[in-house]
């Protein structure tokens, strides 16, 4: 090509190179400083569409683990307070047992018959008062859904979970637990025990549910650990890699200005021409 001085071809396609340079470096930059690959959708738009979707379903994950957890700490307060009830329960089957032995007189069984009614005034009081953020756990037979899971499917994302009534009338069947007497004692004292096996009926719900919540946890902890890997292969920068290529681009990056300004010279050349 001829030297010209209007037009300098060489300077023009050095500039060219030297600004696509500084655009990749400018690129490379601003993903080392965020640590991602995927900056924007002309970076890779499939990485990005499903490694957002990944990102949303990793927080979702997250929040059912903590439901799961709280579902556990409301199991485990209606258990604690079954677990009192069942010791009062066992006092109140003593209590029939001795009333119901001839060598007690009225008076005697009185004194056993006001323990035991206060006892069982105590098994409503705890029935009515426990509770987990408002709701009574222990009153009656309520029906709750934890949620479990990322979708809005119930089969696949809820765990139900039905509530029992655990005062004393709806345990003892509507059984008398009156001692007063030694007829009476001995008749308190089968109420007592259909009572004490209904309360293991229900606790034992309680544990079902609990042991399901952990592995359910569990579940949910290892599935948000993958998907999180997932999003970070598809979005997270490989530091090492970019590194190596941003020095690459400021080595480029320098030879263009070095090249640059040589080609900005060759003008001068024809100068010498004319002397």
Known sequence: MGLGVVSNYAANVAHRNLVASDASATNSLSKLSSG???MNARDDAASMAIGARLNAEVGALKVATTNASQAGALLQVMDGGMNTIND???RMKQLAVQAGSENLGATERGYINNEATALGNEINRIAAD???NGVKVLNSATALAFKIGS???AAEDDLSFTTSDNTLATLTGGGATAMGTK???DI???SIDTAINTLQTNRAAVGVN???LEFA???LRTISENSENARSVLIDLDVASEMASFSSKQVLMQSGIAMLGQANQMPQNLLRLLQ
Do not use: D, H, P, Y
């Open 188 to 190: 308190a004292s089968a």
């Open 88 to 90: 009062i329960l066992v």
């Open 130 to 132: 426990t509770e987990f």
């Open 210 to 212: 609990q042991n399901r």
């Open 183 to 185: 007829a009476a004692a």
């Open 217 to 219: 946890a569990q579940n």
């Open 36 to 38: 991602k690959r995927v």
């Open 151 to 153: 979708g809005a499917t």
